[in-house]
């Protein structure tokens, strides 16, 4: 079975730039977050999505925003990038959401660069 | 909001060694505290979880501790492998269920 799956897996950026990452949970996983991970911290959580509706959203500017698709994969934009977003974006899928979230299973990653 | 703390930020062990990292959190309502390890340009995994109405869990070498009254869980691992070497995170889930909030991780190093 795959896992969760992130696209690009690196990229480089220059201030200013808009930046799309996707996702794609597991199979028969319903809801997807994302995490922001700056080099030696702990994942930070930018949103959750579960059956294509926003239900949590953490401390992150209107620059960045997100959706999911009828098919469970997601996207997090970032507009205006700052040099403060350069970091490891993580997707992660669980079964059910909301309080019903249970484990997290992330994907790799996409590392982001902003120059 | 839910705040997570963790100690020690670095921890270096002997091969065969026991390794410890505590936690605390602020929000008495969390209920899920998973760990989870990372190694180097990997993904985090998840090791070991335990729910708040359980107050130890043990899967072999790994074993999880939880003080609802003082809002502190830890992880035990025992006789410590080269291969354990990885930043460990751990985590507690906020009362609404959609955020985890992490620690800031800690660094082990398992010296063969």
């Known amino acids: 079975d795959a896992g969760v799956t992130q696209s690009p897996t690196h990229l480089i950026k220059t201030r200013g730039q808009q930046v799309t990452l996707r996702c794609s949970p597991i199979s028969g996983h319903k809801s997807v977050s994302w995490y922001q991970q700056v080099l030696g911290q702990g994942p930070q959580f930018i949103f959750q999505?579960?059956?294509?509706?926003?239900?949590g959203r953490g401390n992150f500017p209107d620059r960045f925003s997100a959706r999911q698709f009828p098919n469970y994969s997601s996207e997090l934009n970032v507009n205006a990038l700052l040099l403060g977003d350069s970091a490891l974006y993580l997707c992660a899928s669980s079964l059910a959401g909301g309080e019903a979230t249970g484990e997290l299973f992330f994907g790799e990653g996409s590392r982001l660069t902003v120059l | 909001g839910e705040n997570v703390e963790q100690h020690p930020s670095t921890l270096s062990v002997q091969e065969g060694d026991s390794a410890v990292i505590k936690c605390t959190y602020s929000d008495s309502a969390s209920n899920y505290f998973p760990w989870y390890k990372q190694e180097l340009g990997k993904r985090p995994q998840l090791i070991i979880d335990?729910?708040?109405?359980?107050g130890e869990k043990k899967d072999q070498r790994i074993a999880v501790t939880l003080n609802k009254t003082a809002k502190h869980f830890s992880l035990h691992i025992t006789e410590t492998q080269p291969e354990d070497s990885a930043v460990y995170f751990c985590?507690?889930?906020?009362?609404?269920?959609?955020?985890?909030?992490f620690g800031p991780g800690t660094r082990l190093s398992v010296l063969p």
């Open positions: 335990i729910r708040s109405n359980v």
């Open positions: 999505y579960y059956e294509k509706e926003e239900r």
């Open positions: 985590a507690a889930r906020d009362n609404y269920g959609q955020n985890f909030v």
